[in-house]
């Protein structure tokens, strides 16, 4: 696309210069959710001829051990007659209809389940619709009508995508990072730039006592708070539990804002509305968000440890059984791509919730 065609390019001018600047967040918003134009609206973000590939496409074993933990999570909760199962950002639905396929031989659990699956793309829904047919799910945009019922929640690759704010430490006054325009006197212009403002908001760190340098980069999300802070909710009046799986760390100290445009790097100010953003997630915030509201934070461990926990080497084992030459390579290549302390298995994180008269978490509690 010529960024003179770009729209989200006219829209962020026309908002900052109506309004000034944009902090990242406002910024991440639009180019990402616009309801006509944002990259989430508009593309089909995931896969070979996306911009990124997740774990479930990956290879079926990772949404298989996925759905054997919901089922045990289900029967540990003593098999609610009517639970929800709720997915945020479905992708394009591999990890539900891996999970579902997994699932099928629990005696009871399709009958029991209400699907709902929590999606803001039309073309993402319709691609979803397809990998699930046969199957009976609600398609929502948002959380606030989650049925009161006990509800098991799954988020893969979700919470990167929130929008975040960021705040610098200048000596002793803080500034936020804004997004304005290189030019704002050029009507022509169409590239952006960042710029530092001094900041009245009120910072919330995630513990009192952390020293934040001179120099150095906070990272806030109020979506993430929100959200977390209703599932947290929810799952303590109705008992259930969450499973979070993200690329991310614990603390929100540096800049971690990147753009990823057809799986390489990119600058996230170069192509708004054509490319992925992302954060890493605050997994600190989450635990603190969630212990608020009462329930109960597992450990945060990695990818690779949790599957392996669940069973994945040995599912591994039973699949390749079959797989000679080339389909054996892949498979191999897919395990440790999914648990190598080098590649996925490190980079990404678990984190599980559960309200506390729920027993301890597979894989997560120990």
């Known amino acids: 696309m010529n960024r003179k065609d770009n729209k989200i390019i006219d829209i962020l001018r026309k908002e900052i210069l109506c309004n000034g600047a944009l902090s990242i967040a406002d910024y991440m918003k639009i180019c990402l959710t616009h309801p006509e134009h944002g990259y989430y609206i508009r593309n089909k973000p995931i896969g070979a001829t ?36 709720v997915e945020l950002g479905p992708g394009n639905g591999t990890l539900m209809a891996d999970i579902l396929r997994a699932t099928k031989r629990i005696s009871g659990f399709h009958s029991a389940l209400n699907l709902i699956l929590i999606e803001i793309s039309p073309s993402l829904r319709k691609i979803q619709k397809n990998s699930l047919k046969g199957f009976s799910a609600q398609w929502k945009t948002d959380l606030e009508t989650l049925p009161k019922q006990p ?3 799954i988020a893969n690759e979700f919470f990167d995508t929130l929008p975040v704010r960021q705040f610098k430490r200048n000596s002793d006054q803080w500034y936020e990072i804004m997004v304005n325009m290189e030019a704002s006197d050029d009507p022509e212009s169409n590239d952006f730039c960042y710029q530092l403002m001094k900041t009245r908001d009120k910072i919330f760190f995630n513990s009192e006592d952390r020293r934040i340098g001179d120099g150095c980069i906070i990272e806030i999300s109020k979506s993430i708070q929100d959200i977390v802070r209703y599932l947290s909710k929810h799952i303590e009046e109705n008992s259930g539990a969450a499973l979070i799986i993200d690329y991310g760390k614990e603390g929100n100290l540096g800049n971690t804002l990147q753009a990823v445009h057809q799986h390489r790097y990119a600058d996230p100010l170069r192509f708004p509305g054509e490319q992925d953003l992302t954060c890493l997630v605050d997994f600190e915030a989450i635990r603190n968000y969630a212990e608020r509201s009462g329930v109960v934070v597992s450990n945060l461990i990695c990818q690779g440890d949790f599957l392996k926990a669940l069973g994945i080497e040995e599912r591994a084992r039973v699949l390749s059984q079959n797989l000679r030459g080339k389909a054996l390579s892949l498979h191999q290549s897919a395990l440790e791509r999914l648990t190598s302390k080098k590649l996925m298995g490190n980079l990404f994180k678990v984190i599980g919730i559960r309200s506390e008269i729920s027993p301890p978490l597979l894989g997560l509690e120990f």
């Open 50 to 85: 996306g911009d990124f590939t997740t774990s479930p496409e990956i290879s079926q074993m990772f949404g298989e051990l996925i759905g054997l933990w919901i089922g045990h999570v289900w029967i540990d909760q003593q098999k609610p007659k009517n639970f929800s199962l």
């Open 151 to 153: 509800t098991i929640v």
